[in-house]
């Protein structure tokens, strides 16, 4: 017999339960390939994928902050294998703290999520560091013009594990600038470190030690006289135990501790003010999964943990703001899904909150039902109370300065209720058809009221101004999985609005991240064996604002100077000029002096070169004043080279 060589297709092997998982109500997963692929502002990013989703927002091009069904960035819980992330973002904001060659899963739940998920009002990403090639070691370098990054993973006697870094590379550019354009920071890098570890203890028990660590640092001149300079970042360590006691029991342990820091230093004419803000959280998690038999299966756990909040400023060495805040926090649920028969499945559950920091105890009722006339057809429901023990004080436009606060006696959490109705459909092999509708209610919201003059001395509850709101929306995603050109297509319209007493007059205002319509399409072509492309498409209602309109003039009887206060329109009730952009990337793959695979990819940022406009300026001293524009990114073209080895 003469043996004959045959070239097949890719096979792709992919669990029933995480298959599963990804059609949940509220629930999409972005596939890492897909995060490399779409064309990004410098380099690949995991929250610029999630943002293109349909009900996920965009501050701006400067911002990867997540404002997801009406929430801000705070409503979204951030999970590094299994640890909380507090400021998940490098550049000031520009991108995100995950480096995409180290990632293996990200899963978003976008609401109406299960009682083993809670913390927040909205939404939880849940995101997995690699596990390692258990087969051959491999690994990826990739140079960029912000950042280079390289990714080594592989096989050991006991298990497998992953190293991945990544750094800016962007310092000679900003080295040619400086002394040309006076908005060049002095200094300026930043780092990430990305590593697991898993060790097989026997067949049925695996132990894996997870570890994150990065930081910015800057430095920047705003004058002979002023001089400032940034650190910030994360640390994250989780170290998990899983565990198959039997083909029907499965439980898990684990460990977490989160740090986050940032320490801004000002120097005005040789005088200082320097802020030092940490939070140091540290946790214990447990669950265990019992299916019953083919109708019923039981979830439960616990997550227990203590976090330490500091803040400390200094003015010209003296202390002006000490506050340390310290709590304890504890969480169990219970959930059962139950399945009578093949079309119908109910998960219903309870999740119950412990919070020290004002001895506050919140159950949380959870309940999803889904029928399944059809293999093509899924219809679902979801109805769950969340409760939030946080806020987070930060500024879109830089998010280097995030400070956390939590509730204290008088500062009872914030809570809401979320509803939500959808339908997927799989019209055929490769199609996928999802549409949903949510409403989610807002009540006790807390944050710092913009009109306390000086925080030293106040009572913290005094601190706070205390609102409520809400959102909805519908949303559609159609989508092809298959073939030379696949893709997507996501729509969103939606309608979010707070209210805070003794503000705007208490009437309901929209946030600044309302948008009515938000499109976005995504769309992959293979030109060839060697090229493919992928080509993006963002439209968005233009941002609300208040508008200024212009400055009066009054005579202060007490004072030689007259006052001149800024005129201001309605809350929030004008308009941005519609937000619309459009990227491409070409990719051409092959190899490198047969060492490895490699991929050559060229992005163009901004195609047509829309003018989208950031934010108005005033010049107040013309009457009226003068309103001129200061617009987002133009045509930016990027080049990035990576080599698998």
């Given at each position: ?92 904001g ?30 939880v ?139 801004p ?40 943990g ?18 340390l ?56 429901l ?40 959808g ?23 807390f ?10 001395g ?11 709101g ?40 929209p ?78 793959e ?6 490895g ?49």
């Amino acid at each position: 017999m003469t043996p004959a060589d045959f070239m097949l297709e890719e096979v792709v092997v992919q669990a029933d339960q995480e298959r599963e998982e990804a059609r949940n109500i509220g629930t999409a997963r972005i596939s890492t390939q897909l995060i490399k692929d779409i064309p990004a502002v410098l380099q690949a990013d995991v929250f610029r994928s999630v943002q293109l989703l349909p009900g996920v927002k965009a501050a701006s091009d400067f911002s990867s902050g997540l404002y997801i069904r009406g929430g801000g960035p705070d409503q979204t819980l951030i999970l590094l294998d299994r640890t909380t992330v507090y400021n998940p973002s490098h550049f000031f904001g520009f991108f995100s703290t995950f480096n995409p060659d180290a990632i293996k899963d990200v899963q978003l739940f976008k609401g109406g999520y299960p009682a083993e998920f809670g913390g927040r009002l909205g939404s939880v990403l849940n995101i997995y560091n690699k596990d390692g090639n258990r087969n051959e070691i491999n690994g990826v370098v990739s140079l960029g013009m912000l950042s280079s990054r390289a990714m080594i993973e592989g096989p050991y006697q006991r298990g497998s594990y992953m190293l991945a870094i990544r750094r800016s590379t962007i310092e000679p550019l900003l080295a040619a600038l400086r002394g040309r354009v006076d908005t060049v920071p002095d200094g300026f890098y930043f780092y990430d470190i990305n590593g697991k570890i898993n060790a097989d203890l026997n067949a049925d028990n695996k132990i894996s030690l997870a570890f994150y660590g990065g930081q910015d640092n800057v430095d920047f001149p705003f004058g002979d006289d002023l001089e400032f300079n940034l650190v910030y970042g994360n640390r994250t360590l989780s170290s998990t135990w899983t565990s198959i006691r039997s083909d029907r029991l499965f439980t898990s342990l684990t460990a977490t501790a989160s740090q986050y820091f940032n320490t801004p230093r000002f120097s005005f004419g040789g005088t200082e003010f320097t802020r030092d803000n940490y939070i140091w959280d540290y946790s214990l998690k447990s669950d265990a999964e019992w299916i019953l038999n083919s109708t019923h299966a039981v979830k439960a756990g616990f997550w227990l943990g203590n976090m330490r909040l500091e803040l400390n400023d200094t003015f010209d060495g003296r202390p002006s703001l000490q506050s340390l805040l310290e709590t304890r926090y504890i969480t169990t649920f219970i959930q059962h899904t139950y399945k009578p028969a093949r079309t119908i499945s109910a998960t219903y559950g309870l999740r119950t909150n412990y919070f020290s920091k004002g001895d506050f105890l919140r159950a949380e009722p959870r309940f999803q039902l889904e029928y399944t006339p059809d293999p093509s057809l899924r219809l679902q429901l979801a109805y769950g109370r969340y409760y939030q023990f946080l806020t987070l004080i930060t500024n879109e436009a830089f998010s280097g300065f995030d400070v956390w606060l939590t509730t204290d006696r008088d500062v009872p959490p914030a809570w809401g209720d979320q509803f939500v109705a959808g339908a997927k459909v799989y019209p055929a092999q490769g199609y996928n058809i999802e549409a949903e509708v949510y409403y989610r209610t807002m009540q006790d919201l807390f944050e710092l009221d913009p009109r306390a003059a000086d925080a030293t001395g106040t009572e913290y509850a005094a601190l706070f101004r205390f609102g409520r709101g809400y959102a909805y929306g519908f949303e559609l995603l159609l989508e092809k999985t298959t073939g030379r050109l696949n893709g997507f297509i996501g729509y969103n319209w939606s309608l979010t609005r707070r209210q805070f007493d003794g503000f705007n007059a208490n009437r309901f205002y929209p946030p600044k991240y309302d948008r009515t319509h938000d499109i976005n399409l995504v769309v992959n072509y293979r030109l060839s064996p060697r090229w493919k492309s992928t080509l993006v498409f963002s439209y968005a209602t233009g941002q609300a604002y208040t508008r200024v309109l212009g400055r009066a003039e009054v005579e202060n009887p007490f004072s030689t100077t007259p006052e001149q206060p800024v005129l201001v329109g309605k809350v929030n009730a004008s308009r941005l000029p519609a937000y619309h952009r459009a990227d491409i990337s070409f990719t051409r793959e092959g190899t490198f002096f047969g060492l490895g695979k490699s991929a050559l990819q060229l992005q163009i940022i901004n195609i047509y070169s829309r003018r989208n406009i950031w934010f108005y300026q005033f010049d107040l001293e013309e009457n009226p004043a003068v309103q001129s524009e200061v617009p987002l990114l133009p045509i930016l073209p990027t080049v990035s080279y990576t080599l698998y080895l």
